[in-house]
């Protein structure tokens, strides 16, 4: 019978199933952050040990500063944010887990630095401590994130009981435009379905524009999986996936690596599987896309007027296209290209890899930041790559901040805000109210779309500013 | 170890609003709260409460006629975002024990089992008549049979709902899922050692070899 990707890794970590009903999946890997120290606790509660720590790793991010890290915890303005990481160094001490902590060489976002060092493999299920582990997907993994009680219960029993989902496709055809990325296609996505639209469903990305993304582009497209309210999202292996993989520190090498390959490559969708629902979309009429309101969905080409409520038919979608235009201070008809923004973060689980940032200084290269911009690379070995390409130069030299490793801006829980009522060009993920600090106003745009934004001052179209552009 | 939950007739607040995320059920700077009782003030902390820590009397969970609520009706996807299970943990310590709503965030969904409280989903238009019966009736009760998966309103509205059976009997005994997964030793035991077998590279000890 023929099966979608999805189904082939599933299957082969069911445990068992209970009365026809929940799973017992088998976990592979286990991705925990700060947030994590609750499941430890329960655990504690619980009286367990970890089953199988090797498994699991742990990075400091939520909670790290992204500016004065040389100075060690003590550089921490905000007491409780040391407490949490000292205590996550305690945790993954006792129960022998391996830690990137606030001074690792390695340390960085979880969603990045478990890729990059091989951790993330095709045919895996990841489950982690926050919601983007969705992320992973983009190798061709069953990942999602999960709260703290699934947390300790997967660290106690290296499973967990998981209803199936349904399966969704999303094909998109064509080829994204020149200076079209990954987040944008992302963004046009979720505005397409809604973003409850993936509730209930796994996402299978692909066709022709998704085939042609890099890693770090598919990690992007997944990365927003959980915005368009599914569970998870993936992308089947290829020769750009084992291209990437090939010797990263902890993916299969020799003859391993053979045994693995001769697997990974059966990881497709066969055809005539079939889907609960299939969602078509061209990719070659995606746009630079903004976000105007207060949910992913809420979206807009940079030039295009922002949409009225009156003519929207759902009256539970008006109600919060209305609350989203007072939130954000905005009207009908406005176009975002037309409004002042008060700073620029490029960074997050969604956009902080080596070719985002690469987009960004492209960008950067042609003019002067007139609002402040904050360049926080996913990873310390992001960090070390760009500046070993000269990006970080590029970045200073337009009046950008070029800070440490974390998750920052994105969530704020590190102390980096936006101000009450300041706007954020923002490649992160979220755009609900307060996301970025009380008060705070995000509009989600690309690395490239956000650094133009800093050269302008406002939401800008990058393929519309001149090389000489300044 | 959770309460069980069977049967419950009681107030439900109606939260006429949708896309309701998870940093608006607990903000978070409360998300590095040891989860557990004592997370009732910090539900709904800055809708409930103004800058000086009074009560906003125009949000809805500050009424009268909803004091004492155990129910929650909301509209479409509530709880999105963040995984924080403070979330679920806050909902409960305020005293609410089921939620429904059209459709709910995922991991705040699995979260709320997890702390006792019973999140139900039902079709949009089900939900709208919920919402129509308390708006006429400010402080009506709502009945709740778990056992039987319904909800009831009234003489005349009961609603089917579904729910997978793990979820089901932990709430209904009140016990964690963790008693019933080692039940299941062996049979884990067995798949992981088939697993190794099959899949060598995946057994790497992580960490040690990227340092």
Redesign the interface.
């Known amino acids: 019978m023929a099966r979608t990707l999805f189904d082939k890794i599933w299957q082969r970590h069911v ?2 199933q ?5 799973a ?1 999946i ?1 976990i ?2 286990l991705l925990l952050h700060e ?1 994590s120290n ?1 499941a430890f ?2 655990l504690a509660a ?1 009286n ?1 040990p970890v089953r199988r720590p ?4 742990a990075c400091a991010d939520h909670y790290v500063p992204t500016v004065g890290r040389e100075r060690g915890l003590a550089g921490f303005e905000i007491v ?1 944010n040391r407490d ?1 990481i000292a205590l996550m160094e305690r945790n993954a001490h006792a129960h022998d887990i ?1 830690l990137f902590s606030h001074d690792d060489p ?1 340390q960085g976002i979880l969603h990045v630095v478990a890729p990059e ?1 091989g ?1 993330t ?1 095709p ?2 299920v990841i489950v982690g ?3 983007h582990t969705c992320t992973h997907g983009a190798f061709g993994a069953v990942a999602f ?6 947390l300790a ?1 997967i660290l ?4 967990l ?1 998981q ?1 199936t989902p349904q399966r969704m496709r999303i094909i998109v055809d064509g080829r994204l435009g020149f200076g079209v990325s990954a987040k944008d296609l992302a963004l046009a996505i979720i505005r397409t379905i809604g ?2 639209g993936g ?2 469903y796994f996402i299978e990305y692909a066709g022709s524009a998704v085939r042609a993304l890099s890693m770090e582009q598919r990690m992007t497209l997944c990365n927003l999986s959980i915005e368009g ?1 599914a ?1 998870g999202g993936m992308v089947a292996p290829d020769d750009t996936t084992f291209g990437y993989l090939a010797d990263r ?2 993916a ?1 090498k020799g003859a ?2 053979e ?2 390959l001769g ?1 990974w490559r059966t990881l497709q969708t066969d055809d005539g599987a079939s889907f609960d629902r299939e969602v078509r979309i061209d990719g070659s009429r995606v746009a630079a896309l903004a976000s105007w309101g ?2 992913p969905s809420q979206v807009v080409a940079v030039d295009e007027p922002i949409p009225d409520p009156a003519n929207e038919g759902d009256p ?2 008006r ?2 296209m209305k ?1 989203a235009l007072a939130y954000m201070d905005l009207k009908p008809g406005m176009r975002l290209c037309d409004v002042p923004i008060n700073c620029v973060f490029i960074g997050s689980c969604t956009n902080a890899r080596i070719e985002d940032l690469r987009a960004a200084a492209e960008v950067a290269r042609r003019g002067r930041a007139v609002v402040p911009a904050y360049v926080v690379p996913g990873s310390r070995s992001v960090k070390r790559q760009a500046e070993s390409e000269g990006l970080d130069r590029i970045f200073r030299d337009a009046g950008f901040e070029w800070r440490d490793s974390g998750c920052a801006f994105c ?3 590190n102390g980096d805000l936006v101000r009450p009522g300041e706007r954020c060009a923002s490649t992160s993920n ?1 755009n ?4 970025q600090g ?1 008060g705070s106003r995000t509009h989600l745009v690309s690395p490239a779309t956000a650094a133009a934004a800093a050269l302008t001052g406002h939401i800008t179209d990058a393929r519309r500013l001149g090389p000489a552009a300044q | 170890m959770t309460e069980p939950f069977t049967r419950l007739t009681a107030v439900a607040i109606p939260l006429d ?3 309701v ?1 998870t ?2 059920v607990v ?3 409360f ?2 709260l ?2 557990g009782p004592g997370h009732e003030r910090v539900l709904f902390h ?1 809708r409930r409460f103004g800058a000086d820590g009074s009560p906003n009397e125009d949000f809805v969970f500050n009424r009268p006629d909803y004091q004492g609520a155990k129910i929650l009706l909301a ?3 509530f709880g ?7 979330a ?1 943990m806050a909902v409960w310590s305020f005293g609410l024990r089921a939620l429904i709503a059209p ?6 969904f ?2 709320c089992f ?2 006792g409280v019973l999140p139900i989903k039902l079709p ?1 238009g089900d939900v709208d008549k919920l919402f129509d019966y308390v708006a006429a009736r400010p402080g009506a009760a709502i009945t709740i049979d778990l056992p039987a998966q319904t909800v009831a309103a009234g003489p005349d509205m009961t609603y089917r709902f579904d729910i ?4 089901k009997m932990c709430l209904v005994k009140g016990f ?3 008693a ?3 039940s ?1 030793g062996k ?2 035991a067995d ?2 050692a088939r ?1 190794d077998a099959e ?4 057994r ?7 340092r």
């Open positions: 445990v068992t209970f009365e026809g009903s929940e017992l088998y592979d890997r947030g609750h606790r329960t619980w367990r090797r498994s699991a790793i409780a949490e391996v390695l060092l951790m493999l045919g895996t401590g926050d919601s994130g999960t709260g703290s009680s699934e219960h106690a029993t290296q499973t009981w209803a973003n409850d509730i209930g309210g569970r520190p902890h299969p391993d690596l045994k693995a697997f207060t949910n539970v979608r109600e919060a609350a969530t704020g829980v979220r609900y109210k307060g996301r009380p | 609003e949708s896309n995320d940093d608006q903000p978070s700077r998300s590095k040891p989860i800055d509209r479409r996807n999105i975002g963040s995984s924080r299970e403070s679920a459709s709910f965030g995922e991991i705040f699995n979260n997890k702390r949009e997978g059976a793990v979820q964690d899922e963790i019933l997964t080692e299941y049979a884990i798949f992981e697993y899949f060598p590279w995946l790497v000890q992580l960490g040690a070899s990227a």
